[in-house]
Every structure is written in C-alpha cells, then in structure tokens.
C-alpha cells in the first residue's frame, strides 16, 4: 500500500499569500496518478487537480499542481479568503487507493 | 450529474445497516462509484469502489469482508451494506464517482453530500 504523507500539517499564511503544499509518497505514484481535494467544514471533498497537473472543470487558475514519482505539490498562487480550508491527496496509480493525512490551510 | 445520499442513521452495536447513493445525470452502468469514509475530525479512507455495469468490486484490504458494496442497475444507485455494526463505524460516509468512463483508476469528481452514520449503544 502506497502511503501518502502531507505535509505540513497546517499551514497559517494571510490572503494574498503564496501557498505550496506537499505530497510525499511511500513509493513511486505510477502515471502519475495523483489528485488533489479541498474540503471545507460540513461540505464534500471537492476535485482540484487531477493526474498530478490537470486542473478540474471550473477550478481557479491560481490552482496548480506539479510533481511526478514520489514528489508532488499543491501550488495556490494568490490566496484569496474561500481558499482557507482542508486539502488532501490522494494516489489512484495502485491497489489500493489511498489518501494522505490532510493539510489545513488556516487564516494567519 | 449528481449523487444524492440517503439520510443520517442511529444505530446499536450489532445492527445492520444499508446506506445509498442515487445517481443522476449521467449512464451510472458506465463509471465506476467509490465509498469513501471520515471518521470525525480525520482524514479520507477509500472503502471500495464498484462498476455498475458489471458488478466488478474492489476492496481496500482494510475494509474487506467488513462491508458490502452492491448496486441496483435498474434504480441508478449504489449501496454499502454492513452485517454488524462497531462503534468504530461511526463515521461520515460519501459516494464518490470515478471520473473517467469506465476507468477505475481515476479521481472521483462528483461527490455525495455524506450520509453520517452513529453507532452507539
């Protein structure tokens, strides 16, 4: 099983800030087969990126992701105040599918 | 396109229990749904995932033989089935659908809104 390490854990920044958040896996993510998730309070996960680069309909262009193998990385160029929130990985590349642990993106 | 769960349950250790997931707004036979569980104030766990169009499951080995994923192809839904209910079972449950036709390995871009389940004697 593929683990999925995030880090950190929470990150305190103010909007307008630059936000990078990582991903680490235990072993390779194959195709790089990896997606990103913000989840707000009482809410749904909601898509971001997917296949580790590829933004989801209707999602900011401030989102990016990048990275390959067993680095990746969550980018959030100019945080604006709906963007503080609960973000999560998750490797769909193996069996079976795993998430990482969450990074809570909170208002400095 | 959505998935739409059925409500909040109660239950007692010991008691079965079968949650749904309706689909709409798109041919549910032809994308695969996940389960995805949140115990409270954690982070996501994939249950399983199945493919309507076959009744093709796959299981998180964690959750094996400890839930039961089916659909029912002629009402467009999906379930998860538990025989006994833990305490350990309380938890926010979503749906989840994998986004690429007939793909397993994909993201899930279309989302339940959860259905909470408490299990408490």
């Known amino acids: 099983e593929i683990v999925l390490t995030q880090s950190p854990a929470t990150l305190s920044l103010s909007p307008g800030e630059r936000a990078t958040l990582s991903c680490g896996a235990s072993?390779?993510?194959?195709?790089?087969?990896l997606a990103w998730y913000q989840q707000k309070p009482g809410l749904a996960p909601r898509l971001l990126i997917y296949?580790?680069?590829s933004r989801a309909t209707g999602v900011p262009e401030r989102f990016s992701g990048s990275g390959s193998g067993t680095d990746f990385s969550l980018t959030i160029s100019r945080l604006e105040p709906e963007d503080f929130a609960v973000y999560y990985c998750?490797?769909?590349?193996?069996?079976?599918?795993?998430f990482g642990q969450g990074t809570k993106l909170e208002i400095k | 396109v959505q998935l739409v769960q059925s409500g909040a349950e109660v239950k007692k250790p010991g008691e079965s229990l079968k949650i749904s997931c309706k689909s709409s707004?798109?041919?549910?036979?032809?994308?695969?749904v996940g389960w995805v569980r949140q115990m409270p104030g954690k982070g996501l766990e994939l249950l399983g995932s199945?493919?309507?169009?076959?009744?093709?499951?796959r299981y998180s080995p964690s959750f094996q033989g400890q839930v039961t994923i089916s659909v029912e192809k002629s009402n467009n839904t999906a379930y998860l089935h538990w025989g006994s209910l833990r305490a350990s079972d309380t938890a926010m449950y979503y749906c989840?659908?994998?986004?690429?036709?007939?793909?397993?390995?994909?993201?899930?871009?279309?989302w339940g809104q959860g259905t909470m389940v408490t299990v408490s004697a």
């Open positions: 989840a659908r994998h986004f690429v036709y007939g793909d397993y390995q994909s993201a899930f871009d279309i």
């Open positions: 707004g798109y041919t549910f036979t032809t994308y695969w």
């Open positions: 199945i493919y309507p169009g076959a009744s093709d499951t």
């Open positions: 072993q390779s993510v194959s195709s790089s087969y």
């Open positions: 296949d580790a680069s």
């Open positions: 998750h490797q769909y590349g193996s069996s079976p599918q795993t």
